[in-house]
């Protein structure tokens, strides 16, 4: 199995590895029926990924290690997704954000509805936060990171 690395920091000092095919426990908000895709990383640090579906041509998502861009973002996981994932109480999941590249306007972040990953397995869910701490449409800004 190849692997991704995720920084979980600017300074790339902590990385986690991640499967480079992620299987969603359930399709993800608007992909139907859609529930494998391939992560594959833009840059060399880690920070920004691809997600491919490996069952629709033509389908991606950008998504970015939100920890990197906003280093105060630690959104509780719930012991439900835990659950469902299979993620025994010592693991760490991993958390991707996904991106709204902006067509004339900001780019932005949902950090409201993070995507849970089991770094072993690769499966994964879109969770929304039951808190509004997080916003839906956060700026994302170059110097960030």
Do not use: C, H, K
């Not at 359930?26 to 060399?44: K, V, Y």
């Not at 579906?53 to 990197?68: D, I, K, N, T």
């Amino acid at each position: 199995m190849t692997t991704i690395a995720l920084a979980l920091d600017a300074a790339g000092a902590r990385v986690q590895q991640l499967p480079d095919v992620l299987t969603f426990i359930e399709a993800p908000p608007g992909m139907a029926s859609l529930t494998t895709f391939r992560l594959a990383a833009i840059d060399e640090f880690g920070y920004l990924f691809t997600l491919r579906s490996a069952q629709q041509e033509g389908v991606r998502l950008f998504a970015v290690s939100p920890s990197v861009y906003f280093p105060a973002y630690a959104p509780r996981v719930s012991e439900e997704v835990r659950a469902a994932l299979g993620l025994d109480d010592a693991a760490e999941p991993a958390l991707l954000a996904i991106v709204n590249p902006g067509e004339g306007e900001a780019t932005t972040v949902n950090l409201f509805a993070p995507v849970v990953v089991d770094p072993v397995t690769g499966n994964a869910v879109q969770v929304i936060l039951d808190s509004d701490e997080w916003p839906l449409r956060a700026p994302l800004v170059a110097d960030a990171a």
